[in-house]
């Protein structure tokens, strides 16, 4: 028996790195993948000239602009593939940061034609998030509200398709309170640091109690994300 493991544990790690060469042969350097997906996930790759030029800018934001406080490339290809496949239209996002998440929420955007709300608080943050946003080529589809988000939210009024909390996390319950009443049916709240820094235990209760809810809790090995939808 003990053989036997000694040998699958050979045969992965053969795999593994057999994977790994294959990788870095073909040039593959974006979203490293996480331990749990690694021999199985694959960098995004670009269908079209729009779609290389933002994952370009992507890669250069994730290795040298405020590393520890973006998203990983894993969430971010989460936000894309949520927000695209659910064909939304209106997106809001609090705490844009530098853009980076911003920008993965505009990849999904740029094709079902909708447009992104993003705010943050800190004025140089959002200068670099403009700057990033013109080199990715999707300053026409964001609109960068600077200053609290607690009160510029309340100036809301268009139906949300998905909502992206990622600033402040004492004041996610707050936020939800104020918005959940503005995503429409069968629309998505998804939240940011369900793992480190430790949520709100408020906000948990939130989403996992109300039975007009329905929470799963995703890429747990990294950050940690929850998808809330917003029942018919
Ligand atoms: C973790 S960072 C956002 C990172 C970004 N979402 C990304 O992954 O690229 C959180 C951001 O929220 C901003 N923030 C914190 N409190 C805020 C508030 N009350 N209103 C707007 N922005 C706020 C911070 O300045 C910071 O830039």
């Not at 955007?109 to 709300?117: F, I, N, P, V």
Request: proline share 5%.
């Amino acid at each position: 028996m003990r053989k036997r493991n000694v040998g699958l544990i050979a045969l992965f790690a053969a795999g593994s790195v057999a994977v790994a060469a294959l990788a870095q042969r073909a040039g593959h350097s974006r979203a490293e993948g996480s331990k749990g997906t690694e021999s199985l996930q694959r960098p995004p790759l670009a269908k079209n000239e729009a779609e290389k030029r933002i994952l370009d800018v992507l890669d250069d934001i994730h290795r040298n602009q405020f590393r520890g406080w973006n998203i990983s490339p894993e969430d971010g290809r989460l936000l894309r593939v949520l927000t695209e496949s659910m064909g939304a239209k209106n997106v809001v996002e609090l705490g844009t940061g530098v853009g980076y998440s911003s920008i993965w929420l505009c990849l999904a955007l740029q094709s079902t034609g909708g447009k992104l709300t993003t705010y943050e608080i800190e004025a140089h943050r959002a200068s670099l998030a403009r700057e990033n946003f013109k080199r990715a080529g999707v300053n026409g589809i964001v609109a960068l509200v600077e200053g609290d988000a607690h009160e510029e939210v309340t100036k809301l009024r268009e139906p949300i398709d998905l909502l992206f909390l990622d600033a402040d996390m004492d004041g996610y319950v707050g936020y939800l309170n104020k918005l959940l009443p503005l995503v429409r049916p069968s629309g998505l709240i998804v939240a940011h640091n369900m793992v480190r820094p430790p949520p709100d235990p408020r906000y948990i209760e939130a989403i996992t109690t109300n039975p007009d809810l329905e929470t799963i809790f995703l890429l747990m090995d990294h950050a940690g994300v929850a998808v809330t939808l917003r029942k018919r």
